[in-house]
Antibody, heavy 120, light 109 residues
Framework: EVQLVESGGGLVQPGGSLRLSCAASGFTFSSYAMSWVRQAPGKGLEWVSAISGSGGSTYYADSVKGRFTISRDNSKNTLYLQMNSLRAEDTAVYYC?????????????WGQGTMVTVSS | QSVLTQPPSVSAAPGQKVTISCSGS????????VSWYQQLPGTAPKLLIYENNKRPSGIPDRFSGSKSGTSATLGITGLQTGDEADYYC??????????FGGGTKLTVL
């Protein structure tokens, strides 16, 4: 079964850091680009970041550029999101998602999400 | 304010047809594929349509997608109460980012 399972969310103070993980199974992880998408409480979807299958190309939303870093370990079938200098507006459910094709414009498999709360 | 514009809500009776629009620009929809997602309450989004009009395995043909110029449309026929959800469009943008619409809440009356 194709599956993505996120972990690492929690409560963090403004200015703090958190690292999210996404464990993939059921498909050849290294063959697919991956992405992070977030959703603030009661709000719509917001794309955060994407990474190519090899990890050689990365993309970021302007709202997180310079603060968040996406990475992957293909030997562990795991995607990561290192989040630094967290702000209240980063509070959201964070989903990892598998990209359909070469360009990260569509996501066919989603995890269940992990909640990140930034508050003092 | 989302880059892609969707109506906040649409509604229709069971068995009827509904369409949801998604408007963008030449920087995004005009030159890239559009995808559509369904998000049931409390769950992760689910891909309904990719590359403008392709359905992933398991998505019924009641769901369809189309694109013309800088706009795209999701169509749902034979509406069921289980279709009540939020629907989002998304696409690649020339700024090397993914952009989503603000979402449309579908109510099946």
């Amino acid at each position: 079964e194709v599956q993505l399972v996120e972990s690492g969310g929690g409560l963090v103070q403004p200015g703090g850091s958190l690292r999210l993980s996404c464990a993939a199974s059921g498909f050849t992880f290294s063959s697919y680009a991956m992405s992070w998408v977030r959703q603030a409480p009661g709000k719509g979807l917001e794309w955060v970041s994407a990474i190519s299958g090899s990890g050689g190309s990365t993309y970021y939303a302007d709202s997180v550029k310079g603060r968040f870093t996406i990475s992957r370990d293909n030997s562990k079938n795991t995607l990561y999101l290192q989040m630094n200098s967290l702000r209240a507006e980063d509070t959201a459910v964070y989903y990892c998602a598998k990209v359909v094709g070469e360009i990260p414009d569509a996501f066919d498999i989603w995890g269940q999400g992990t909640m990140v709360t930034v508050s003092s | 304010q989302s880059v892609l514009t969707q109506p906040p809500s649409v509604s229709a009776a069971p068995g009827q047809k509904v369409t949801i629009s998604c408007s963008g620009s030449s920087s995004n929809i005009g030159n890239n594929y559009v995808s559509w997602y369904q998000q049931l309450p409390g769950t992760a989004p689910k891909l309904l349509i990719y590359e403008n009009n392709k359905r992933p395995s398991g998505i019924p043909d009641r769901f369809s997608g189309s694109k013309s110029g800088t706009s795209a449309t999701l169509g749902i026929t034979g509406l069921q109460t289980g279709d009540e959800a939020d629907y989002y469009c998304g696409t690649w943008d020339s700024s090397l980012s993914v952009v989503f619409g603000g979402g449309t809440k579908l109510t099946v009356l």
